[in-house]
């Protein structure tokens, strides 16, 4: 048995904690926030609990399925037919079927033939190692031409990534093509899921089965250090207190690592340092009326700097309101992720406008904005290289955070699973 210390109280962490206890550790979990969740954490919008960032769950999640069986909460999954939407020259498309690319107006046959055969193709293959050092630029020219690619990626890539445009990894790109594209009921049919209650559902019975099981949460405990004796872990320092442990599990975000670890070696510092995050900022719109039937509305439109907006009551029904959300991915240096909560809400409706004119002002009955500084990592081609070992040089002290799990996209499946394979790997003392 080791006492086992986990850093953060996302689903990796409480994946980790919930693991550490089922093999015999004890385990404490220390979460900065007062909340746990991170990333899946709620927020209670005028009496509706959700997501402070949206999710939705795709038929090939299984590490969230069969802890769900474990926890006994897998008769929460719901799973909904869901449509795409594609907002083009000032028009809404239906998108993300075969017939829906044939009816799009303004696109060459031959264009059209390029696109549905791309996605084909990544639907088809089970690896692609080529990719890892293709951009994904380049990539998709190469099998959809320049015409497709300014029109279907680029604003969806731009709008994201900003400066790090043009070397986004082709392999990240096609995992998340084939995770959300092989999420159907059939050929013709998107189906995505969602689970009874949203993420919490999940994130609570995390909690309970820890502290059923005896391990403890300390929330609204950032941790400061990690203490390091002789190239070996021995605790943390939180809560101006000293916490001994014989093994360190740490799931935040890796551009923290190095202020809270100083006693790595500065090459391993270096490593985590040289991976870059985005943020992402998500107005959250409760309206009278439905923007959309879709649940997902790519956006390709000049004066919109947003990839899509997200109908979240499109899969997950919420009484007769709808909620939006209206994503703003860049990097946390552009100007625009200091703007006050008010110029990004009128943006956002704005856009919202823009796709559905019979929206007014009067159809607004609540906005949220959230924020997230580290809210995506930035795969640059070669990346599988530039991730570290997850198990550090100091003994006992293991890290990871979302991108570890690349070529996957975070994704909450990808933290459950790796959360507990790092409890895994910790042997007894
Ligand atoms: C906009 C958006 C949309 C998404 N959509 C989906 C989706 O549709 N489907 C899906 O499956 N996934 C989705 N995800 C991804 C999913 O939410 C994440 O992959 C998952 O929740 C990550 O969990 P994690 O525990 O690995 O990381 P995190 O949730 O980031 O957890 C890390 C935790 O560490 C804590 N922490 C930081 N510093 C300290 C410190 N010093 N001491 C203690 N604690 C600390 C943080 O507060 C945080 O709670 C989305 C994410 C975002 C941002």
Known sequence: MSRIIVIGAGVMGLAAAYQALLDGHEADVFEASPEAGGMAGHFD???ISIERFYHF??????????????????????????????????????WGDPISLLRLPGVSLINKLRYGLFVFICMQKHSWPGLEHKSA?????????????????????????????????????????RRIGKSRKNFMQEELGYIEGGSKTLVDALMNAIEQRGGRLHLGAPVQRVAVENGRVTGINALAKFFPADAVISTVPTPLISGMIPDLPSDWKARYEAIHNIGVICVILKLKRSVSPHFWV?????????????????????GDISIVYVPYYMPVTNAKFAWPDDRLQQDAFSCLQRINPALTHDDIVDVKVTRLR???????????AKIPPIQTPIHGLQIADTCFYYPEDRGIAESVRMGRNMARSVKGT
């Not at 037919?81 to 498309?93: A, E, I, K, V």
């Not at 790519?298 to 919420?318: A, H, K, Y």
């Open 45 to 47: 919008f005028g009496g």
């Open 57 to 94: 769950v795709c038929h090939s999640d299984h590490p969230t399925f069969k802890l769900m069986a474990e926890l006994g909460i897998a008769d929460k999954m719901r799973w909904v037919p869901t449509s795409m939407g594609f907002f083009n020259q000032g028009r809404l498309h239906h």
């Open 137 to 177: 630029n380049d990539w998709i020219i190469r099998y959809c031409g320049k015409d497709n690619y300014d029109r279907f990626w680029r604003p969806l890539l731009m709008y994201k990534y900003y400066e790090y445009v043009d070397s986004i990894s082709a392999a990240w790109i096609w995992t998340r093509i």
């Open 298 to 318: 790519n956006i390709s439109e000049s004066g919109i700097e947003i990839p899509g907006v997200i109908e979240f009551t499109n899969l997950r029904r919420v």
């Open 374 to 384: 580290n809210g995506q990592p930035v795969c640059e081609t070669g990346f599988a």
